[in-house]
């Protein structure tokens, strides 16, 4: 991702902060994240979130997804003598369509197919206020329906780097090339 | 409180969720907790709140205060072989004045003196955006500013029914009479 790419998703999420009504100073505007995924394909696979605080006991974040944009499949398994991270979605602005381990629930997904490999198809549909908790080590995937989404997650300790994907070309610390 | 006094309490806290832009499921505005600490004295002494999520590890609550009304002074102390609780306030609506345990930090505090004991008087002014996060068994009392406030709390594991409180004629569990 240039630094002109990741420059226009950090504008976009400012949009769907403000569309969903939530505050940030001025400073963590200047800390906004865009994972890519390494796919080159941010669109489409990628995400926008600002970490709120992550100590070595809580993390809160706010993330944002564009129309359709997908969160690959991944999940979090234990790490430094810590259960994986347990975590739960509120969806504040949008609709989200969560895909988790368990039978498949309907004929067909709400979601576009991501550019990624999924394989997980038990379908949770979150609009503003609804939310679901998630446990450790359990394979998920999600994607903003239409309007795109805005997401507060609230979890236990954030370790990012040793998410498991079900693809495995791809990678979550975003490398931004300067111009 | 009486049941009536209650209603009153999450009809006013609903009135400012929604100035917050946060959205409420139906169920969740059946779910809204008011606590007034046992002193009659809601309007002054009092909290009203929606827990979000509180399992064994991460805790999430909206909490709204009406103007100049006080969360009386307490810590969170180790329970059940789990350090105490651990939490950040972020201030998404009005103004909310935070005192810790720490060198009093200014001639006179914002705060009006609340109607119950308050020993700490380091203060912390947090508006839209702003956060703070409070170790364990620190000493702690807030209070909103004259618009109100609307608070989200992310945290370890909620246990209300182990705290301290600084008066010790208070109680946490709110009791409603039944008219």
Redesign the interface.
């Known amino acids: 991702m240039t630094r002109s790419e990741y420059n226009k998703q950090v504008e976009l999420a400012l949009k769907y902060y403000k569309k ?6 001025e400073d ?1 505007k200047k800390n906004i994240e865009v994972a890519d995924f390494g796919k080159g394909l941010v669109n489409e696979l990628g995400l926008q979130l600002l970490v ?2 992550n ?1 070595e ?4 974040k706010e993330m944002v997804l564009l129309p359709h944009q997908t969160c690959p499949e991944h999940m979090h398994v234990p790490t430094n003598g810590a ?1 994986g991270k ?1 975590e ?1 979605f ?1 969806c ?1 602005y949008g609709e989200v369509y969560l895909y988790v381990a368990g039978e498949k629930n309907c004929e067909e997904i709400k979601a576009k197919m991501p550019p990624s490999d999924v394989s997980v198809f038990h379908e949770i549909v979150l609009r ?4 679901y ?1 998630l446990s450790p080590e359990t394979w998920h995937w999600f994607q903003a329906g239409p309007s795109g989404a805005v997401i ?1 997650e ?3 300790r954030s370790t990012d780097e040793t998410d498991v994907f079900t693809d495995k070309t791809l990678i979550r610390a975003p490398i931004i090339e300067e111009e």
Do not use: D, K
Request: glycine fraction near 8%.
């Open positions: 969903a009504g939530i505050v940030l100073t963590e709120y605080v100590t006991r809580v993390c809160a259960a347990e739960t509120r504040r503003p206020g609804e939310q908790t507060s609230f979890s236990t």
